[in-house]
């Protein structure tokens, strides 16, 4: 099995624009829409509900929501799969309590230049981001959330 290079994309800092422009639905059934993240320091997490991966992940992706509360939004978009599994995934890895959306198409996936699981799009206030593909450990998560999203403001 290959392991996911945890490299950022291959143009690394990118405008945001029209990656913003969607709207989707949380797994609770609310509407979303991408402009609500424009201006916001924030972390999209792509997973599947069948990835193994990104299951054995959840647990530190929610750590780090936790680390960062009240200074970076963590978002799920999830994809590749049915909502009910989504729910029990969200469920079944106790991240229920952030917000996930649901990516019927892989507009939102593709947006961000995401085309496998697990990735990070890193948000900037400023409507750039950096989108990274592969599992990040605990302190590459942090220090990404740092330099790519804080990097500048306080706690960054």
């Known amino acids: 099995m290959r392991r996911p290079d945890p490299s950022p994309s291959p143009d690394p800092e990118r405008e945001a624009g029209s990656a913003f422009a969607f709207e989707t639905r949380t797994l609770d059934g609310d509407e979303f829409a991408g402009e609500e993240l424009r201006g916001e320091p924030v972390v999209l ?22 680390r960062f509360d009240g200074r970076v939004e963590f978002v799920g978009v999830a994809g590749r799969g049915e909502v009910d599994a989504m729910r029990r995934f969200a469920a079944d890895t106790s991240t229920d309590g952030l917000t996930h959306i649901v990516d019927d198409d892989g507009g939102i996936w593709s947006g961000f230049g995401v085309s496998s699981q697990p990735a990070f799009a890193f948000l900037r206030p400023d409507g750039t981001f950096t989108t990274v593909t592969g599992t990040l450990t605990e302190d590459d998560l942090d220090d990404h959330v740092r330099t790519e999203v804080l990097a500048g403001r306080d706690g960054g």
Do not use: Y
């Open 45 to 66: 997490w792509f997973w599947a509900p069948w990835c193994v991966v990104c299951r054995s992940e959840a647990p530190g992706v929610l750590e780090a929501a936790d």
